[in-house]
């Protein structure tokens, strides 16, 4: 059996979303800055892309900016709200212990360039509350970064509460939503969100675009200069297939969203159900606040990579932590943030379904992956230690 439980990594381009593609190759390729009819025809497919997405997220199609992905989106997204900031000598920024590195790593830039960034401690099952939100935002408070849902963990987070949160105090409210978009429903303006991230390979688009949509009255500063494509604030010729595609993924995706989510879901609860039988297991993030398509498991006295490998020779592409920590010795900071210690973080699976994957392949891996666990555990010298009584069990 070859089984893809991965899509949180990526998706497998729709066939939506390659037709939709096709036309922008060879045949209408001019560019849409051009002023001929085949750029027109070009500007022409841009624009009822941005409308489409504007459509999906509740918003107006000049609140969206197309960007290369979800990491692009959420740098300028978070630099924006920090530039805005710093003209009022605001300076403080709230987000959470386990975003994703799209955010973390470009909040580390601005701590250097004198911002203060306090990350909200994440409850074990992978929550935060509003009211820790409203306890954090002070005065000088300019931008509150929380993600729609986790990557890793799968946890849903409660957006529409924190929004009405950063609006009663007046503070700017950005939302990672790369694991939510096409996934979970989504309207901007009744969640109060200002600006948000998506990205299209993670709901069965193309690789390397993505979207920000960015609420009227915030002032975007440029992370990219050059031409004035994107209202000025995204220069470079617009990737039309890839932004097309996306469109047509994103509205597919929305027009089947509950289906999708009751025949993921059952999917989900299968593994979930199957996996907990595992002796000294543990599943990551909340069992009911939780994306359709995610399972996470910790099982204690391995290590994720090997188990990895040996499922991936079973022909189950899976992953541990995220895809960015993967090939780094580091434990996940997510598992980490949930107060799973080093020994058991590093023994974590996380399988990520669509609505392409089957119950026979959820059988398969239930069925696998506790043998996999055994055969690790019984070379693991940790192992050992745990079942000798050298070392307690954690889990
Ligand atoms: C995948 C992902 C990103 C990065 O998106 P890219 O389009 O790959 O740059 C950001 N945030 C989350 C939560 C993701 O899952």
Known sequence: MNIYADNAATTRMSDVAVQAMMPYLQGIYGNPSSLHTAGQEAAEALAAARQTVADCLGCIPKEIIFTSGGSEAD???????????ARRNKKHIISTAFEHHAVLHTLKKLEKEGYEVELLPVGSKGNITAQQVADAIRPDTCLVTVMYANNEIGSVLPIAEIGAVCKEKGVIF???????????????????????????????????????????GIALTNIIEGGAQ?????????????????????????????????????????????????SHSALNGDPDSRLPGNVSFCFEGIEGESLLLLLDMKGICASSGS????????????????????????????LSLCESNTME????????????????????????????????FIL
């Open 174 to 216: 950005h939302t990672d939503a790369v694991q939510a978009a096409g996934h979970l429903h989504i309207n901007v303006k009744e969640q109060n969100i200002d600006m948000l991230s998506l990205s299209a390979h993670k709901f069965h688009g193309p690789k390397g675009v993505g979207a920000l949509y960015v609420r009227s």
């Open 75 to 85: 740098n300028q997204a978070i630099v924006s709200a920090a530039v805005m900031g």
């Open 230 to 278: 994107e209202r000025g604030k995204r220069a470079g010729t617009e990737n039309i297939p890839g932004i097309v595609s996306m469109a047509a993924a994103l509205k597919d995706a929305c027009e089947h969203i509950d289906e999708n989510a009751v025949k993921v879901s059952a999917l989900r609860d299968r593994l979930i159900e199957g996996l907990s039988k595992v």
């Open 323 to 350: 895809a960015c920590t993967s090939g780094s010795l580091d434990p996940s900071h997510v598992l980490l943030a949930i107060g799973r210690p080093h020994e058991v973080a590093h023994g974590s699976l996380r």
């Open 361 to 392: 392949e959820m059988d398969y891996i239930v069925e696998e992956v506790p043998k996999v666990v055994d055969y690790l555990r019984n070379m693991s010298p940790m192992w050992k230690d745990l079942v000798n009584g050298r070392k307690p």
